[in-house]
């Protein structure tokens, strides 16, 4: 999708999630979650396509993301994984989904029959802070047809929720711990409702772009300082 259409695609989301403090995502593959979002303290970042004077953004483009208040629940990811370390396996959950548990937007425990996703993934949930949810993004991408097989960044874009454990995306002022882990886990779509009866209530594989929707300013447009590795060793 061009910039000018991801602006809008992701304009549209951030006020629709913007309308309520608490929502919930659930999905048929078994995702039931509540996460509780502050609009006025944690920023929402905006990777569209476009990047201000002097700075970098990583293509495709196509997500939203900011930090918890806090999650609870059975988060079913069906998508894939990207952890910011180099690995040379099939990140793709589609045959053997990759199951966590949360409580108060911490890994709790989890399953998956992957062998190999198995334990790369207790050994992200091993780093320091590792198991904190310290991402919550929206891939916003309609254009993108599935998962690659690669560890990429193109997946973390597909339409639907993931969790980023490990390293957050706001400023220390705000997040004062620091992970150098950061473990993107990614699900298809799902649907979100907000708690208050008043928030949003749409489906993330496929809402509706409302062009008239103005997008608002987002101090972060990058995503570059959740994905460099910072000294982690090769899997």
């Known amino acids: 999708m061009s910039a000018d259409e991801l602006s809008q695609r992701n304009a549209t989301l951030l006020r629709e999630l913007e309308r309520d403090s608490s929502v919930t995502v659930q999905t048929d593959a078994g995702t039931d979650l509540e996460i509780k979002f502050d609009h006025d303290l944690y920023e929402w970042m905006s990777i569209r396509g476009t990047a201000a004077a002097g700075r970098i953004t990583i293509l495709p483009a196509g997500e939203i993301a900011t930090y918890p208040v806090s999650v609870d629940g059975v988060f079913v990811a069906d998508g894939a994984i990207h952890p910011n370390i180099l690995i040379d396996f099939d990140v793709r959950l589609e045959r053997a989904p990759?199951?966590?548990?949360?409580?108060?937007?911490?890994?709790?425990?989890?399953?998956?029959?992957?062998?190999?996703?198995?334990?790369?993934?207790?050994?992200?949930?091993?780093?320091?802070?590792?198991?904190?949810?310290?991402?919550?993004?929206?891939?916003?991408?309609?254009?993108?047809?599935?998962?690659?097989?690669?560890?990429?960044?193109?997946?973390?874009?597909?339409?639907?929720?993931?969790?980023?454990?490990?390293?957050?995306?706001?400023?220390?002022?705000?997040?004062?711990?620091?992970?150098?882990?950061?473990?993107?886990?990614?699900?298809?779509?799902?649907?979100?409702?907000?708690?208050?009866?008043?928030?949003?209530?749409?489906?993330?594989?496929?809402?509706?772009?409302?062009?008239?929707?103005?997008?608002?300013?987002?101090?972060?447009?990058?995503?570059?300082?959740?994905?460099?590795?910072?000294?982690?060793?090769?899997?």
């Open 98 to 235: 990759l199951t966590v548990e949360i409580e108060r937007a911490q890994a709790v425990s989890f399953s998956c029959e992957n062998a190999e996703i198995s334990q790369l993934t207790s050994r992200m949930f091993a780093q320091p802070y590792g198991r904190r949810v310290g991402e919550v993004g929206f891939g916003t991408n309609a254009s993108l047809l599935g998962f690659t097989r690669e560890n990429s960044h193109l997946n973390e874009r597909f339409p639907g929720l993931h969790f980023g454990f490990g390293r957050h995306n706001q400023r220390p002022s705000i997040v004062p711990y620091i992970s150098l882990s950061h473990y993107d886990v990614i699900m298809r779509g799902g649907r979100v409702a907000g708690c208050s009866g008043n928030g949003p209530n749409l489906d993330l594989a496929n809402f509706e772009t409302d062009y008239s929707a103005i997008h608002p300013f987002c101090d972060k447009d990058e995503d570059l300082g959740d994905c460099c590795s910072d000294g982690l060793p090769q899997w």
